[in-house]
């Protein structure tokens, strides 16, 4: 069939836009590496990332507290964030009535559209006194920055790990009562390890929703550079390092925080391949 | 059929499941009515009749699987050995370890040869490992698969070929030692040969359980079984049971017009 004029300028148009999109990809990653990139090759990557020392006024540029406080961070809002998370989907997948899950699913998409900086507002108000006043330390902490993205994170875990468990076959369900199982029965030791695949997927990616996340954590964590002790202590992370210290860097300073953009870009990149490999692998 | 050594000391006619003035409703929608029939034990009774008649519906009645379907009502009354499964506080685990089912597609779990066949027996709480392996070994050879796949145990069952995993999954209903086994068109995505060999297995199967298949073959229904009840729907569209007699004796002379016209495909 021959296309008319119309039909090829649209299918370019579309082209177009969607190559514009995959630009600012690629823009972005380039730009980046530009810019940080000459900084890791000067500096040593070994000393930057295992530099114990953050002085940018001194010269020292190392960002392994940073590292360490990021994945404290995002572990701590893992080890929160994920088990709520999981058995929120596993309630609205299985138990909830209609109604209830009417409301549920919404209530906790809007969760993902609350402002980051509105998170680190509430957090400061009353998270970061509440665990002074309670547990002691500054507040500003680790256990502060980590509930306050469990609760981010939950969107993401919950709608990806209800999709994988709402995409099982219904024969596994059928299946598995037909044994003689319970529901929990079913639930335990049949379509949770079936629908693994898509559950890992969840955590992983909410993993990296945490370690990406900036303007909330800014607000929580204290960000001192130093290797933590304990979860009352505060720390900085890869993202808050940019963000705090961009306004004004320059020179090689500025060239440093672009590194440490390089950093969290392989980290972010390495979660996400690993949640798509771990979806795609069946 | 064979006595069977050191079972119940119950006569070869004695009654597993009596269907009383059945009626089933999806919402509004009345499904079946007043279907009333009784079911001997260790004989193979064949549910036939055209698409759509409730045919699953009826058997799905058997081990309550119709409770996963919110809008479904049930009237009427069936027992199992004389307990009714559908009082109030009938014990629904219970029945589904007493009748066990075998679906249309082989429904594995995602998970090694050997987990299928255990989950049911650990699920009722049984962890002894000797204990375990001994069930699985003996369901596995009770469907012909144990030298298949006796070497494998761990791998994955849904690299099974189509027919493994339909034996796989009647090991795994006959690892719970049910009385009855409810079979819903259970060979309608195997091929020819795998269906013979099926059949085989339910007739050697049926010296032991109460089987009742759903089958849209009448072929298959003449083959295999003892018992065969004909379902059909009345004018307003709610499945019934026509007729109800030995096979043979409903292939070679029905008593009731519908049920000829269907069986010398003049239905429809």
Redesign the interface.
């Known amino acids: 069939m021959k296309k008319t004029l119309a039909e090829v300028v649209t299918e370019k148009t579309f082209l177009v836009l969607a190559l514009s999109a995959i630009s600012a990809l690629v823009l972005i990653t380039v730009f980046i590496f530009v810019q940080g990139g000459p900084f890791i090759t000067t500096q040593g990557l070994g000393g930057f990332v295992f530099g114990m020392s953050w002085a940018p006024s001194q010269g020292e540029y190392g960002i392994f507290p940073m590292i360490v406080g990021t994945v404290c961070v995002a572990l701590g809002a893992a080890l929160i964030g994920v088990p709520i998370g999981i058995c929120c989907s596993i309630f609205l997948a299985e138990f909830a009535p209609p109604l209830l899950k009417n409301i549920f699913r919404p209530a906790i998409q809007l969760l993902a559209g609350i402002p980051s900086v509105v998170y680190g507002f509430w957090g400061l108000l009353f998270v970061v006194p509440f665990i002074r006043h309670y547990l002691g330390g500054p507040g500003l902490s680790i256990l502060a920055g980590s509930i306050i993205l469990a609760i981010m994170i939950l969107p993401t875990v919950v709608s990806i790990s209800e999709v994988s468990l709402i995409a099982l076959?219904r024969?596994?369900?059928?299946?598995?009562?037909?044994?003689?199982?319970?529901h929990w029965?079913t639930i335990y030791?049949?379509l949770l390890?079936?629908a693994k695949s898509g559950i890992v997927a969840a955590i992983v990616l909410g993993i990296g929703r945490a370690i990406g996340e900036t303007m909330a954590v800014i607000m929580v964590l204290g960000n001192s550079v130093a290797l933590p002790e304990s979860i009352l202590d505060p720390v900085r992370t890869l993202t808050t390092n940019i963000g705090i210290e961009m306004g004004y860097a320059a020179g090689e300073h500025r060239e440093a925080l672009f590194a440490t953009g390089i950093i969290l870009f392989l980290i972010i990149m390495t979660i996400n391949a690993l949640a798509q490999y771990i979806t795609r692998r069946r | 059929m064979n006595e069977q050594p050191g079972s119940e000391q119950l006569s070869q006619a004695a009654n597993k499941l009596e269907i009383e003035q059945i009626n089933l409703f999806y919402g509004s929608f009345h499904a079946l009515r007043d279907v009333s029939f009784t079911i001997a034990q260790q004989t193979i009774t064949a549910i036939i009749g055209p698409s759509g008649c409730g045919k699953s519906s009826l058997l799905r009645l058997f081990n309550r699987m119709n409770d996963l379907i919110p809008t479904a009502r049930v009237e009427g009354s069936i027992r199992l050995d004389g307990v009714p499964i559908y009082a109030p506080d009938a014990d629904v685990i219970g029945l589904r370890k007493k009748v066990g089912m075998v679906f249309q597609k082989p429904n594995v779990f995602p998970m090694s040869i050997y987990d299928n066949i255990a989950l049911g027996p650990k699920s009722h709480g049984l962890h002894h490992k000797g204990e375990l392996q001994q069930i699985v070994e003996r369901s596995l050879q009770q469907v012909a698969l144990w030298d298949e796949v006796k070497d494998k145990l761990s791998s994955p069952s849904l690299n099974l070929a189509v027919e493994q995993q339909q034996r796989l999954c009647i090991a795994r209903t006959l690892a719970v030692e049910p009385d009855v086994i409810l079979m819903d068109e259970s060979c309608s995505t195997l091929d020819p040969g795998a269906i013979a060999r099926i059949e085989e297995l339910m007739a050697e199967l049926a010296t032991k359980y109460t089987i009742i298949i759903v089958t849209h073959s009448m072929e298959q229904a003449l083959r295999v079984s003892d018992m065969a009840a004909f379902m059909m729907f009345d004018d307003k569209k709610a499945g019934c049971l026509v007729e109800y007699a030995p096979t043979l004796q409903m292939f070679t002379n029905p008593k009731d017009q519908r049920t000829e016209d269907y069986i010398t495909g003049r239905y429809g």
Do not use: D, F, H, N
């Open positions: 076959p024969t596994y369900k059928e299946g598995a009562l037909a044994l003689g199982l319970t029965q030791s049949v390890p079936a």
